[in-house]
């Protein structure tokens, strides 16, 4: 006897969709209680031997009453059973567990009742059951259910086999098995890999997750080639969104080097030209040898810059980029700069032309000396860039710094008084650009120097500040002060009419005022409604503060200090280009914060140069003679000061009218690059010399705009066909324009959409090169059917590139284009 109180509820939910339920009870279990069910309006008959009557009852003289009509022991068969048409009108219920349990799910398909028997151990549990109910529809057959009974046992919602084997890899990336323990437990492991095999094409007599990982990478690197019928389409579509969804990631870069060792992959491709793997990135050890083989092509000058360009643009989208993007810099950097000294031309006519030929063409090997530099010493794995590294320093020291100091030497020397009739003096900065702006009293003007920063970086910099929406930066140049040092390029910046050291050379004096630190210099400033303030101070104001200070003074003057910081110390100098780096970014965030202080006027320059190598510094570059004079005031590396200085051809000398200066001091510059030797310190940063890169001060304008002016690039989707007759399509993309700094470059994915259904791969693209050249700016998207797709044979399809909204993890379509899908499925799809 079993208890009826737990069958009532199902009989109530009968109820509640007919007015009449026929209820078998074969073995009698619930004869005894039957009265005790108490259901509301309901009459309960037991059927005795009285069919015909109870028929007659229920369908002429109550046809509205609601009956349980109950009958216990065998039911006849056939025709023996007067009530069978009933039974079939209204159905039958019973109080078999199984049959309950199918019940309450709500699904009638064939082989139900055959999944609740067989995985019983899940439905003892209510909870189990409560959450497997929220993921079932009614249409759901009993290969769904168990992958639903699946997503339960895994703590999850998702029931496709691409969710539960994302699942089960993640776990298994981890070193754990508790999830895939729980599905052997719950019987319903045989189920997962009947699956695995069946649309992945996996299968092994003792299948496992470690073996079902090789597998599907050994596959990868095989190209998912295949003679199975259908192919190897489904986990090549699954393997590729395993590696790109941001929750599975992280888990298959785990498994994809734990894969790597277990098939000795950098085994395999020993042999293979970088130029094979390009298109490669399953393991990170195709970056390692793309790097190591490109590195040695570019030292040894046997690849175009060309090719490596397009080579470093291929390899963004590699899965292993943010470990390698700095390697890849480095060496796209390094081939631009040999390309460069192979074809260096350093004739000049004269001092006005090195000066005009440095700030149009050859400041961009100092750029991308120091670019290299810079990726090279902040990249993960530097050791492979060591050769590279060599050549690139030989070549860049001994091609280009020596022989421009040799060559431009020979311009100073024809030099009588320090001035150029192409770049206006450092000294008439103030009269020349801020004056002009200010005098009529309408207008303010901010200047923002930044010690040490030389002409490339402001380049650079103006670049940076352009691609910010709305904002617009011009680059100008003037001719430095010599000697190029800090105390004389900031006393040259400030308004005045003479400038002259004071009698122990310790200061520079503008009119006649000190001007060695920022209060010194803000005094100056005050006489034209003006002050200084150093950028740390600045920028720890709140916005309210910083408006004030804008708004009270009609010059205001910012000192920026970490390249010559950084490079002045013996202990830092060899991280100036990272010093550069953390300015650049410093200054644009500078300008922006001023920018918000309603400044639109913001002047950019800097004090001085420099000079900077990263390799140690041969004998060869100091000289071997130190200053002789009768009253040496300051020795430095790259300058002296003092009286009655000892006439030396390793020295160009200068007295202080030849300069522009008020005293009777005089100058002494070491000769091309060479410098002092002197006691501590360092020698990889040096300035105060007259070398073109440390005397040409940039001038940066920057102004903001009151309309938007930056946008994305352009991307245009040209079919070739309107038609897909197999189980891919490649479909062709236009970037219409280069990308530049207000034209920024576009990441798109593409998809092919039956209305709102995938039916394809996903692909990244990235839109962003910057040729001119039509014929750079195509790309190809190769998009491969799924399984989905033979559902849609004779439909519309949709080729779809989107872009992400910003800020979200949403999507919005940016291209469409129209195909019909017509092809036979049978070859591809036999599953």
């Known amino acids: 006897m079993s208890d009826v109180t737990s069958v009532r509820p199902h009989l109530l939910r009968w109820f509640d969709s007919r007015r009449i339920v026929f209820w078998h009870d074969p073995d009698g279990q619930y004869i005894e209680d039957l009265d005790s069910l108490d259901l509301p309006g309901v009459q309960t008959i037991r059927v005795s031997n009285d069919e015909f009557g109870i028929k007659n009852r229920l369908l002429r003289d109550e046809p509205k009453g609601k009956f349980l009509v109950y009958r216990s022991g065998p039911v006849p068969s056939g025709i023996g059973n007067w009530l069978l048409d009933l039974e079939l009108a209204y159905g039958v ?61 895994l703590g999850q919602r998702e029931h496709s086999l691409l969710e539960i084997t994302r699942t089960l890899l993640t776990e298994n990336a981890k070193g754990a098995h508790a999830k895939y323990d729980a599905l052997v437990d719950y019987g319903l492991d045989d189920f997962y890999w009947r699956g695995v095999a069946s649309i992945y094409g996996y299968e092994s007599s003792s299948p496992s997750i470690d073996d079902l990982v090789l597998w599907i990478f050994l596959k990868a690197i095989e190209g998912f080639k295949s003679d199975r019928q259908g192919g190897l389409r489904n986990i090549q579509l699954d393997f590729a969104s395993l590696r790109n969804d941001r929750r599975s990631q992280a888990a298959m870069a785990t498994l994809a080097k734990r894969a790597a060792h277990d098939l000795d992959y950098k085994s395999r491709i020993e042999d293979t030209s970088f130029r094979d793997l390009v298109t490669v990135d399953l393991f990170e050890e195709t970056d390692q040898k793309i790097i190591s083989d490109l590195g040695r092509a570019v030292a ?187 105390q004389l390029g900031m006393a040259a910046l400030l308004p005045h009419s003479t400038l002259k050291h004071s009698l122990d050379a310790k200061t520079v004096m503008a009119d006649g005022q000190p001007t060695n630190n920022t209060a010194f210099r803000g005094k100056i400033l005050g006489g034209v409604g003006g002050s200084a303030i150093q950028a740390e101070e600045f920028k720890a104001l709140n916005a309210d503060e910083r408006r004030e200070l804008y708004k009270a003074n009609r010059v205001l003057y910012v000192y920026h200090n970490q390249i010559d910081a950084t490079g002045d110390s013996h202990i830092t100098e060899r991280k100036t280009f990272e010093a550069v780096d953390d300015t650049l970014r410093d200054i644009v965030d500078l300008v922006k914060k001023l920018a918000s202080a309603n400044a639109t006027n913001i002047f ?228």
Do not use: C
Not at 118 to 127: D, G, L, Q, R, S
Not at 389 to 399: A, C, F, L, Q, S
Not at 609 to 626: I, R, V, Y
């Open 93 to 153: 219920f019973t109080a078999d567990r199984t049959a309950l349990v199918a019940q309450d799910l709500g699904l009638v398909g064939q082989g139900i009742d055959e999944v609740v028997q067989t995985h019983e151990k899940f439905f003892n549990a209510a909870k189990r059951v409560h959450s497997l109910k929220a993921l079932l529809s009614s249409e759901d057959d009993a290969v769904r259910l168990r992958a639903k009974i699946s997503a339960v046992v």
């Open 300 to 486: 040894e000058q046997t690849v175009t810059p060309r090719e490596v360009d397009e080579t470093v643009r291929a390899r963004q989208n590699s899965f292993w980029i943010d470990n390698y993007k700095q390697l890849y810099t480095a060496v796209a950097r390094a081939s631009k700069l040999l390309g460069e000294l192979a074809s260096l031309n350093l004739g000049m006519e004269s001092f006005d032309d090195g000066l005009e030929r440095y700030r149009r063409e050859w400041f961009r090997i100092d750029q991308l000396y120091r670019q290299f530099v810079y990726a090279a010493r902040t990249a993960e794995y530097p050791k492979p860039l060591e050769a590279l590294r060599e050549v690139v320093e030989k070549r860049y020291t001994n091609k280009y710094v020596y022989e421009l100091g040799n060559a431009w030497q020979q311009q100073l020397d024809q030099v009588e008084r320090w001035r150029s009739t192409m770049l206006p003096s450092q000294a008439a900065f103030y009269s020349r650009y801020v004056e002009p702006l200010v005098r009529d009293g309408d207008k303010k003007a901010v200047v923002i120097i930044s010690d040490a920063l030389r002409y490339e970086v402001a380049d650079e910099l103006g670049s940076l500040i352009r691609q910010e929406d709305r904002f617009d930066a011009n680059l100008d140049a003037v001719l430095g002060v010599l000697p190029s040092y800090t």
């Open 604 to 831: 950019v320059t800097a004090d001085h140069g420099f000079l900077f190598q990263d390799e140690e510094l041969a004998d060869t570059f100091f000289l071997s003679t130190q200053p002789q004079g009768d009253d040496i005031k300051v020795v430095k590396r790259r300058f002296v000061l003092g009286n009655g200085l000892k006439v030396d051809t390793a020295f160009a000398a200068f007295d202080a009218a030849q300069l522009g200066l008020e005293s009777d001091l005089e100058v002494q510059i070491p000769k091309s690059i060479h410098r002092l030797k002197l006691p501590g310190g360092g020698s990889r940063f040096v300035h105060g010399g007259a070398a073109l890169q440390e005397i040409v001060v940039p001038v940066l304008a920057v102004n903001k705009k009151r309309k938007s002016d930056t946008r994305l690039v352009n991307v245009e989707v040209w079919p070739e066909s309107d038609k897909i007759t197999t189980g891919q399509v490649v479909v062709r993309l236009f970037q219409t324009e280069p990308v530049s700094d207000k034209v920024r470059p576009r990441t798109l994915r593409a998809g092919l959409y039956v209305g709102e259904t995938l039916i394809s791969n996903l692909v990244d693209l990235t839109f962003d090169q910057t040729s001119a050249d039509k014929r750079d700016r195509y790309q190809s998207a190769r998009m491969l059917l799924s399984q989905e797709s033979s559902g849609y044979n004779n439909r519309a399809v949709e080729f779809r590139l989107e872009e992400r909204i910003p800020n979200t993890n949403q999507w919005r379509v940016f291209r469409r284009a129209a195909y019909t899908l017509k092809r036979s499925f049978a070859s591809d799809f036999d599953f």
